[in-house]
């Protein structure tokens, strides 16, 4: 589409700039509202449980998703492309490379969490010195029995299925797509489409309100979750223009979601976590660019495309 030009996104842009931020906030509020939709405006009686309460949002996400996706391909006019394919890859779905797109970034990510792995290792190893044989048998029991309670509990499904996928369509599939055919730097997007994702988190306020908590506790801990989301979307926004993969933040945003905030100290590991923490850290930042980089996830590079950019970070 167009030869490589630096850091900049291939041009000229294929929305005004205006129109593409319009369209990310607009889509940032839609994932937003429609959860309470069903409710508020369509008048659905509340839900009589969890369950209920969580397949009804499960459902409002999948519209927003939805309706997201068919905007954005609007708006780039993606069927031009022809190729139901090269459609879909506006979107970083795609069927090449997917190894790379999953074990890559999933190692990547997990040396931040060194620390946590020690934290959570740390009482297997203080209980070697006993029936090994039997801690391993109860061990792998504890895993089976996780297991199977895991795939029957709702909240699973919630915060390592719909959460991660239906975001990242939204949040990266969709808004950096249009940022990058709105004519914005690579650098600019990274840091600024994780802003449309944590104001997207801003309901949390209003749900900790409404479940009794006093507005100063809702602030902090809505503050921390807001710092941690943007932090978080500055790495995913990351991978995905690196990969041109949608795989790779999903990945990334699951297992996060798994092991919550990293562990930089535990007493009981007597400093062991935050060697590793360090250690992790370190070689985070060492690899983060060469195991990103766009020769791992594409086999070719001469085909630029503006809503990936790929070609540009050679």
């Not at 996706?69 to 708006?75: F, G, R």
């Not at 995913?236 to 041109?244: D, E, K, N, Q, V």
């Not at 923490?277 to 766009?294: D, M, N, Q």
């Not at 495309?305 to 790929?310: A, E, I, L, T, Y």
Request: proline residues 6%; hydrophobic residues 55%.
């Amino acid at each position: 589409m167009a030869s490589p030009a630096g850091l900049r996104p291939a041009s000229p842009p294929a929305i005004p700039g205006a129109a593409a931020v319009a369209a990310c906030a607009a889509m940032a509020v839609s994932y937003v509202a429609v959860l309470y939709a069903p409710t508020v405006i369509l008048r659905f009686p509340p839900p009589t449980s969890l369950r209920a309460f969580l397949h009804r949002r499960f459902a409002s996400a999948a519209v927003a998703s939805t309706a997201s996706a068919l905007a954005t391909a609007a708006l780039l006019r993606v069927w031009s492309l022809g190729d139901f394919a090269d459609m879909l890859a506006v979107f970083g779905i795609r069927k090449d490379h997917l190894l790379q797109a999953v074990a890559i970034p999933l190692f990547l990510t997990s040396l931040v969490y060194a620390g946590s792995f020690v934290n959570k290792l740390w009482p297997l190893a203080s209980s070697w010195g006993g029936d090994g044989d039997e801690a391993g048998i109860s061990s792998a029991q504890r895993l089976v029995l996780r297991i199977q309670a895991a795939l029957d509990d709702v909240m699973v499904w919630r915060n390592y299925v719909v959460a991660p996928f239906t975001e990242e369509l939204v949040f990266r599939a969709c808004m950096i797509p249009l940022l990058l055919c709105g004519g914005f730097k690579m650098s600019t997007i990274i840091f600024l489409s994780p802003v449309f994702f944590s104001l997207a988190h801003l309901n949390h306020l209003f749900e900790l309100q409404q479940q009794g908590c006093n507005f100063m506790r809702s602030l902090l801990i809505v503050g921390v979750q807001l710092g941690y989301t943007v932090i978080f979307g500055w790495y995913a926004a990351f991978l995905f223009i690196r990969t041109g993969n949608l795989l790779s933040p999903i990945v990334a945003h699951v297992f996060c979601n798994m092991m919550g905030l990293p562990v930089f100290s535990s007493p009981r590991t007597k400093g062991v976590a935050s060697v590793a923490f360090l250690a992790g850290s370190v070689c985070f930042f060492w690899l983060l660019f060469p195991a990103t980089s766009p020769e791992l996830y594409n086999t070719r590079l001469d085909r630029c495309r503006c809503w990936h950019g790929f070609c540009n970070w050679r």
